[in-house]
């Protein structure tokens, strides 16, 4: 008898484990009531479609645990003296979860009427700075099309969590930039 509940125990916690484990197109992990605890894996997808891990975080500890390589490119990084300058980084700045993460906050566009008056479409990109904890600051518009576009990107930007993760140089975080592109884009009626 003592077996059966002790089969029956196991049953019910792994079931209740299994409860708690989500998985979407974009990430897949353990959450508790409501959390996210231990390591997620975050998804992207190549040119040709295969799904692949971008990241993987520890939201326990809060520490990246994975990323998939990325562009070895100079950044704009700030130095102690608080100057910008160029410069090759163990890992850029990502976004918690990826670009999958970040697209709904990005979509949350609404089309300036003057832009859809005069017919203006083009790309808005968006300046943060991101600083050692993962807070985004000071968004600038780098490259704007007008019309409303420049200022309705700006204010998106700036609706973005402070879910960044920031860029490092071998283990120590600095302050960067990040360029968020808005592309704005009339449907055809």
């Not at 918690?96 to 808005?124: E, F």
């Amino acid at each position: 008898m003592k077996q059966l509940l002790l089969l029956c125990l196991l049953l019910v916690s792994v079931g209740a484990q299994a409860q708690k484990l989500r998985k979407t197109d974009a990430g897949s992990g353990i959450l508790d009531k409501g959390e996210k605890v231990g390591v997620w894996e975050y998804y992207a997808y190549t040119r040709d479609g295969s799904q692949v891990i971008a990241q993987k975080y520890d939201h326990t500890t809060k520490k990246l645990v994975f990323f998939r390589p990325f562009d070895d490119v100079p950044y704009a990084v700030q130095t102690a003296g608080g100057e910008w300058t160029r410069q090759r980084v163990t890992h850029p700045i990502f976004f918690i979860g990826g670009d999958a993460a970040l697209a709904p906050y990005m979509s949350k566009m609404a089309y300036p009427s003057a832009a859809q008056t005069k017919n203006v479409q083009g790309r808005v990109v968006v300046s943060i700075v991101v600083d050692t904890l993962g807070h985004a600051t000071d968004q600038q518009v780098l490259f704007g099309i007008g019309y409303g576009c420049d200022e309705e990107a700006l204010r998106v930007a700036r609706t973005i969590p402070d879910q960044w993760i920031p860029a490092r140089i071998g283990s120590r975080a600095v302050v960067s930039k990040y360029e968020l592109p808005f592309t704005f884009r009339l449907r055809p009626q």
